[in-house]
């Protein structure tokens, strides 16, 4: 990159003590630059007559992004930089100077003279992206403009009673700066005779009859909107100031009757909370069941009965995480089946690995799918059965055995789809069992799908599939 004194060489015709005085200002420009956090610029005079170079710049440290290149030695045009210009011609500086720069950014410029023995042979320029400030000013313009026009719907006179704001059904009150009120519609004057037992009339001062509100009207804010109570009843209410000419001449009270939904807002709180507390108590009996249940194969089984305990041990404990899942959600009745599947399978691999046999689970569930708790507990008795039948006959005479889960949900279809491979070594037994009759019926009855059990390179492969529109999918990954 060419230094100063290169560039004003090889560009300009500027003295050796001009130069000098350029290079000495130059040296500093990288402090003025962070100190002002703007862009700072040093042009010059070129050879070529009315043209303008720029020989010197720096910009702040946090690296905006006013200029994606640097501008060293390139030529300074008029239509980008008319206050660079003047000050160039006639010696005078310029302040705050609103611009755009040659990459369409909004700037605002100050730029005074750097002269020697009286002639002018540069101009130090400071600029500053000033686009968001334009942007919120137009928007502070269009919401005046705005609150204008509201000022002048609202201020109708009293011969005028129906009229526009009259079909809102929203109160509206306007209020000037004493918070006396000067207009309010139809819904506003039968809402102080509902809550207060009195005529809305104006001149009344707004806030003997909503105290409460006073803190909305001084709080500075173009725009509050806050819930407020009053006499039992809840609203939502908007407090916006009003302009003329850039002065606020008051305030505009819109007030909306939301005391329904505070009560409907309340029944369906209580009401989750009741689900939940059903849920835990479902669990809970469910627990005491397995617990029981444990309890009986401690004090001895026969050995033809310990396998038909535990079979029923895991199905009571499979619908159980239903309950455990939904409780560890914000879910009120919602189930994340993808975690669910993953506590069944995790709680039977640990229940069903041996000295002999060690046997490894893996998830392919790329999607948290929601399903009400009537249709999880159906689809966690068939991941458990599928699960179980792995375990259980599928790695005879083998020291490791690999289950993969794989579960997914097609949008264009519903339909939700769940996948239960090993590679088991043995040939299988497709003759009926109690496992596969509760997985057929469950699919069939509950879910009105379908469901596959079939032998492939791999090992064992079951598939179920059914449709279901009310599932929420969102990507996530829970693979394992």
Do not use: W
Not at 179 to 189: D, E, F, G, M
């Amino acid at each position: 990159m060419q230094t100063t004194r290169e560039i004003c060489n090889t560009y300009t015709n500027l003295k050796e003590i001009e130069i000098y005085k350029i290079e000495q200002i130059a040296n500093y420009l990288p402090e003025i630059a962070r100190l002002n956090n703007a862009f700072i610029f040093i042009d010059c005079p070129a050879i070529e007559p009315d043209h303008f170079i720029v020989v010197a710049e720096a910009g702040p440290s946090d690296k905006n992004n006013l200029y994606q290149t640097s501008v060293l030695a390139q030529n300074v045009y008029k239509k980008f930089e008319p206050a660079v210009f003047k000050t160039l011609d006639t010696g005078e500086s310029v302040y705050q100077h609103r611009g755009v720069s040659q990459e369409g950014r909004v700037v605002e410029q100050n730029v005074t003279p750097i002269t020697v023995n009286d002639r002018i042979i540069g101009a130090l320029i400071m600029e500053k992206d000033v686009s968001n400030k334009v942007l919120e000013e137009d928007k502070l313009k269009a919401l005046t403009e705005a609150t204008d026009t509201l000022s002048k719907i609202v201020s109708q006179s009293s011969e005028s009673r129906i009229g526009f704001p009259d079909m809102i059904e929203e109160s509206i009150f306007n209020i000037d700066q004493d918070l006396y009120i000067r207009y309010y519609n139809l819904t506003a004057n039968e809402l102080v005779k509902d809550i207060l037992r009195a005529d809305c009339e104006t001149g009344v001062s707004f806030i003997e009859l909503f105290p409460s509100i006073e803190d909305m009207l001084t709080d500075g804010q173009i725009i509050t909107i806050e819930e407020r109570k009053f006499e039992g009843c809840y609203f939502r209410v908007k407090c916006i100031r009003l302009f003329e000419h850039n002065v606020v001449t008051g305030h505009l009270i819109m007030m909306q009757d939301i005391t329904d939904l505070k009560v409907k807002e309340k029944e369906l709180i209580s009401k989750s909370v009741a689900i939940r507390e059903v849920h835990h108590r479902v669990k809970n009996n469910l627990q005491t069941v397995a617990s029981l249940l444990r309890l009986q194969m401690r004090r001895g089984l026969p050995d033809k009965s310990k396998a038909y305990f535990q079979e029923s041990l895991n199905r009571i404990l499979s619908i159980a995480s239903v309950y455990e899942v939904i409780l560890d959600e914000s879910h009120t009745d919602r189930v994340n089946i993808g975690k669910l599947i993953k506590k069944i399978g995790n709680m039977l691999v640990y229940n069903g690995t041996s000295e002999t046999c060690r046997i490894h689970i893996s998830y392919h569930i790329n999607q948290t799918i929601l399903l009400p708790s009537n249709i999880a507990v159906s689809l966690a008795l068939i991941a458990n059965e599928l699960i179980s039948n792995c375990i259980k006959h599928a790695f005879n005479n083998q020291d490791m055995g690999y289950i993969e889960v794989e579960l997914v949900y097609s949008e264009s279809n519903y339909e939700i789809i769940l996948v239960v491979q090993d590679d088991g070594g043995e040939s299988l037994d497709f003759n009926e069992s109690f496992g596969l009759n509760i997985i057929n019926t469950i699919t069939e009855n509950d879910l009105g799908g379908s469901f596959k059990l079939m032998k492939n390179h791999t090992g064992t492969k079951g598939q179920v599939n059914f449709q279901h529109k009310g599932s929420n999918c969102y990507e996530e990954n829970y693979g394992g």
